[in-house]
């Protein structure tokens, strides 16, 4: 494989090389002069005699050098900048073309063309924009001049004239971020000449009238001098790449030169003699290929986010969003809009159908992936926090005409309007999700047909939506202090009550009985497992619904919420759960506390003295009497403040997770008994009649850990609790549960051999009762 690679690399150098004996031969058959940068030598010297030296400003000076050494971190920039410098000037010609239909002349094509001369190491700029004129030259390159549109958009908003438009800023400048000489040729409509004016960056540079004469017509063209470092530009595809980065909606065309080689036929059938003749000339016919140049233009996209939204199709909004986004499946949804204000811009934003990998596997390094431009030049791919992380899944493009283009992504971020657009960025965000939201919901007629006919029922838009982010969203919740009662209408979780479908709290809210004074939830590994779970068994009783919570980002997520729609949020899996209760209830409740208070007392006691390691690290502090217990005999709850099942679990599991803080803000463990169940009525009559029985005792450790387990928390020493489980069956079948552990004895095998001697005098026997019959 090697040798073939490289067997194919030497055929392509010796092509190349091939072609450039052909150049090299055609040139030497011409007579004309060879061309230095597209001056012949008389024209260069010619050009040294009459040219003008000049200073650079000090500032132009200490500017260039920053440019270079720290403005820019990408150097591909500086062909973005140039670019944008000529649509600056094409826009110039437009805008006086429109009063003055004569202002073209000759040169009506508005475009900018990107050529290079691999031989001479040159690129070079063509635009037919207004051009400039000596003094331009000198006034615009040797000092420091703003960028042109904002110039313009200033003058004119003060009612001044257009003549700031096509002014180069220090964009120009980073044009030696790749060459090491520039050499800048104009031609503008004021002016009769067309100058050259030339520069290697260091305190000077040369003005001089061209020798060759007004070859542009009008316009600009910049030749750069690349550096060794920068010779990669020297590649059409470079070239391609770059434009379709950032300059891929600019509103003029822009076209890269581009080389073909064509087969050429030049065999003449009149000059056949015989049929070797023939087949010599048809090889000289393969041989034979001709090399031409064309102009293609890269930025065939349109800025679909500067046209009206009613006159955009959805076709075009897919189109648009594939185009940019490199993503096969269309978007789920969009909102098109213009922010006016403090700032204007122009926005699209998307919704991908999918998560993106990147976002699922790591969320917290996951970059914005929204577009940032600048009167439709790429300024930032991945601009950091346009939008906040739980965001980071929405795609788009962002254009304001109100930023700094010339400036450095790490500067943007500390610019104040930048600040301004992402808070309306968000906020237009959570605007379309409420709107989807919305319009999933089904109406009551439906809801009752389908009631009345049910049927399996197609996802909705936002049901979809919530599959793939709904992660991110209780991300956002958690997160985003500003905007999290927006989110929380987002939200989506299960109920005791909404079988294989989630509801939003807004739903749960409805639908909750009128003296209901707060939103109840449970969290555990499944939905399965929290149905089981003894502290549902009152809400089940009463038909009050519960939110299960099986995601572990949930509950912190409602947490950080603490109330929605002044319902209080409340775990069911702490202390001091408060439900309507009639008089009768509350009185029978506090008769049984009195009718408890020895067990309770003496349950406390006993369990605070055990030396079971389960027991002391699950915090106990109280044995009280339950209200949430219907059916199961006891259940564990957590302190108010302190840490549910899932919660501790998920902060064990962290790798760096302090047991200390860990056994501190876990909280104290309560065990709630139920005064109506068997098991608890029993061991009550236990205690009352012996304190000290054992069994009690171990009645009483044995529930509490098996509470804890039922509960959802992990036990530290589960090996003790195996053992308990283990007397208490023994006790249980009425065996000695301290009785020692011998080698049962077993029957008497007899050996292989002697059952067939055995098996052969029982044969030998009926064979002589067989004979005897037989005689008698």
Aim: hydrophobic content about 35%; proline content about 3%; charged content about 35%.
């Amino acid at each position: 494989m090697r040798r073939f690679l490289f067997a194919l690399g030497a055929t392509a150098v010796l092509a190349d090389e091939a072609v450039e004996k052909v150049e090299k031969v055609e040139e030497e058959k011409t007579d004309e002069p060879k061309l230095v940068d597209g001056f012949t030598p008389d024209q260069l010297e010619k050009m040294a005699e009459s040219g003008e030296s000049h200073e650079f400003q000090a500032e132009v000076s200490r500017l260039m050098d920053i440019i270079i050494n720290s403005l820019y971190t990408d150097k591909q920039v500086f062909l973005r900048e140039l670019i944008s410098n000529s649509a600056d000037a094409l826009e110039k010609v437009r805008f006086y073309s429109t009063s003055d239909p004569n202002y073209l002349g000759d040169t009506k094509d508005l475009d900018i063309k990107l050529e290079f001369d691999a031989t001479a190491k040159t690129l070079s700029i063509t635009d037919t924009g207004c051009g400039m004129t000596k003094t331009d030259l000198i006034n615009n390159l040797g000092t420091v001049a703003k960028s042109g549109t904002t110039n313009f958009l200033e003058a004119m908003a003060e009612g001044g004239d257009a003549n700031l438009i096509g002014q180069f800023g220090v964009g120009f400048y980073s044009a030696f971020l790749v060459a090491d000489k520039v050499t800048v040729t104009s031609k503008s409509n004021d002016e009769p000449a067309q100058s050259v004016w030339e520069s290697t960056a260091d305190a000077k540079f040369t003005l001089s009238e061209d020798p060759r004469g007004a070859t542009l017509g009008r316009g600009t063209r910049i030749t750069l001098h690349l550096k060794e470092d920068a010779l990669d530009y020297l590649s059409e595809n470079k070239l391609k790449e770059t434009v379709g980065k950032y300059s891929q909606f600019i509103q003029y065309p822009i076209y890269v030169k581009t080389k073909k080689e064509v087969e050429v036929d030049d065999f003449d059938d009149s000059d056949d003699e015989d049929e070797d003749d023939d087949k010599e000339e048809e090889e000289k016919e393969d041989e034979v290929k001709k090399v031409e140049f064309d102009w293609e233009q890269i930025n065939t996209e349109k800025a679909v986010w500067k046209r009206a939204k009613e006159d955009v199709t959805d076709e075009q909004y897919r189109s648009f969003y594939k185009a940019f986004s490199k993503d096969y499946l269309d978007p789920l949804s969009w909102t098109h809009f213009t922010a006016e204000g403090e700032v204007d811009f122009n926005s699209i934003l998307f919704i991908p159908e999918k998560l993106p990998r990147e976002i699922s596997e790591n969320y917290s390094s996951s970059r914005s992936e929204i577009k940032l431009f600048v009167r439709r030049v790429l300024v930032s791919e991945n601009f950091e926090d346009l939008l906040p992380k739980y965001l980071n899944f929405i795609k788009g493009v962002v254009d304001s005409d109100d930023l700094p283009l010339n400036v450095s992504r790490e500067q943007l971020q500390q610019n104040k309007i930048m600040k301004v657009i992402s808070k309306k960025l968000v906020r237009k965000v959570l605007e379309m999700l409420k709107n989807i939201a919305k319009e999933s919901e089904p109406d009551e007629d439906e809801e009752e047909d389908s009631e009345d006919k049910p049927k399996k029922k197609a996802s909705t838009k936002y049901e979809l939506l919530w599959k793939e982010f709904g992660k991110n969203l209780k991300m956002g919740c958690y997160e985003d202090d500003a905007n999290r009662s927006k989110i929380s209408k987002l939200l989506r979780f299960y109920s005791s009550k909404s079988g294989d479908a989630e509801i939003s709290l807004d739903k749960y809210v409805d639908t909750m009985p009128e003296k209901q004074d707060s939103i109840y939830y449970i969290s555990g590994d499944s939905r399965a497992s929290m149905m089981k779970m003894a502290n549902l068994q009152i809400f089940k009783k009463k038909d009050i619904e519960v939110l299960l919570l099986e995601d572990p980002i949930d509950e912190p997520c409602l947490q950080k919420l603490s109330d929605f729609e002044g319902k209080k949020l409340v775990s069911i899996q702490k202390a001091d759960v408060k439900l309507e209760e009639t008089e009768d209830e509350i009185k029978r409740f506090n008769r049984m506390k009195d009718v408890y208070k020895p067990l309770t007392e003496w349950w406390s006691s006993t369990l605070k003295g055990s030396n079971d390691e389960a027991i002391k690290a699950l915090n106990f502090e109280a044995v009280v009497l339950s209200k949430r217990l219907t059916t199961d005999p006891v259940v564990v709850v957590s302190s108010q403040f302190g840490y549910t099942p899932q919660q501790e679990r998920m902060w064990r599991s962290q790798t760096f997770t302090d047991k200390t803080q860990l056994a501190m803000m876990a909280g104290k463990k309560t065990l709630e008994i139920n005064g109506n169940h068997p098991v608890i009525v029993d061991l009550l009559a236990k205690v009352k009649a012996d304190k000290d029985d054992k069994l009690a005792h171990e009645i009483a450790e044995t529930m509490f850990t098996a509470a804890a387990v039922g509960s959802g928390y992990d036990l530290v020493d589960s090996s003790t609790f195996a053992t308990r489980v283990y007397r208490m069956i023994s006790n249980t079948v009425k065996v000695d549960p301290d009785a020692p552990v011998v080698d049962i004895e077993l029957p008497e095998v007899e050996e292989e051999g002697e059952e067939e001697e055995a098996a052969e005098e029982d044969d030998k026997k009926e064979e002589e009762d067989e004979t005897v019959q037989e005689e008698l």
